[in-house]
């Protein structure tokens, strides 16, 4: 028997008042699934269905609360309201009954309508039911086809909650596989990001990609990358324990702006092309940003050096560490993966998590506009050049000071002036 006292049930914890909702309106989709699975959210996510006015209702408690307020399907009448710690959105019913509008979603276990009013359940496709049997059920195969991202969502949702494919559904999921290929790059590359993320994703984004439903987006991929992603995770906590500050580093996003971790960049390099000319095209079909792109590819391309090693002297590690600084910790990742030994990366590690180091966080001594000011020289390439081989210098032992700097700056011109 299913509980009803989840928190996102009762409207005392709402960010607005009941009062402001016709008596046969009612929640559904995540929300209540989460509820009844007694799964808490900081944060609430709420979703209403009304019989009528839906924008309007919507707008008129925006502005009571000095919320938030956007339309987000005109045609369909949905709008949301963003509270401080909530979103609520609101959606004019779809069909001349409740039943008729869940019968349009995607699973079941979201299928399951809640009146706050007369706090029972409305539940004509026994959602409850796959909850208790912890079942991912499609509600139909026309449901799927109609938005095929939801062939995605379905490994997703199996995932975060911990549930299993029903048999049913997972053979729709293979045959409807190719017409994830029509979906928007935007919503694929979203919908994939999840699972990226998720600790639990891993073992999902590999039965997606053998039932076909990834190998469009990825054509490149192949079985013994793609068994290899739940690896990553293990990886992960083996060099956190070993190196503790690195457990920070892999959960950081590669850029503030971005949602992709260190973790995640190496679960998705495990999907694209070892050639890095294919890789960029796929990871470009997805709509990736240029930053995320640029730390794919350092890491493709500066793997070999760590699968293949040879001897680095400083000026060979200077130049990897500036190329491959801001996405290390993700190499590191897919070098273990790869059966590299955790002592043969050790000093790279070292190296890496040593603030002072000046291979990997080099100091100059002198600045590029005191140069051109001691050695009138113009603005240009051939500054950056000339700093680069001061640093070079420098943690070569060979030059300390500013003096020497400009010292070695005058030799290191000489063959160059005419």
Known sequence: MLDLTGAALSPETWPFDLEWLPEETCLVG??????????????LDLDFVLPEKAVETARQIAKFYDAGFVVLDA?????????????????????????????RRDFTVNAIAYNPFTQTLIDPLEGCQDLQRQLIRMVSA??????????????????????TLDRETQNTLIRLAPKLRQVAAERVRMELGYLLNLP?????LEKAWKDGVLTGWFPHSCAERVTQVHQVDWMAEELSDRWPQ????????????????????????????????????????????????????????RLPDILYPQQ?????????????????????????????????????????????????????????????????????KLIGQLLTEIQIAQIEGKVSTQAEAIQFAQHWLKPIKP
Do not use: W
């Open 30 to 43: 995540g929300a209540v699934r989460d509820s009844l699975l007694k799964r808490q959210r900081d944060y």
């Open 75 to 103: 045609g369909r009448q949905i709008a949301r309201v963003v509270f401080e710690n909530a979103t609520a959105d609101f959606a004019q019913q779809e069909g001349e009954t409740l039943h008729l509008d869940l019968k």
């Open 142 to 163: 026309k449901n799927l086809a109609d938005d095929p991202l939801r062939l995605l969502r379905a490994y997703r949702q199996a995932s975060q909650l911990g549930f």
């Open 200 to 204: 639990s994703g891993s073992e999902a």
């Open 246 to 301: 690195l457990r920070e580093y892999f959960n950081q996003p590669i850029l503030a702006s971005q949602p992709t971790n260190r973790i995640s960049l190496a679960k998705l390099i495990l999907f694209i092309s070892p050639e890095v000319q294919n890789a960029e095209a796929e990871l470009k079909s997805l709509k990736l940003s240029r930053a995320e792109i640029r730390a794919a590819i350092a890491v493709l391309q």
């Open 312 to 380: 680095m002297d400083l000026r060979d590690q200077y130049f990897f560490f500036q190329a491959i600084r801001s996405v290390f910790p993700t190499l590191m990742l897919l070098a273990r993966v790869r059966g590299v030994a955790l002592e043969a990366i050790a000093p790279l590690c070292d190296r890496y998590l040593n603030p002072n180091d000046p291979v990997v966080y080099p100091q100059p001594p002198i600045a590029g506009n005191t140069l051109i000011e001691s050695l009138n020289l113009s603005k240009g």
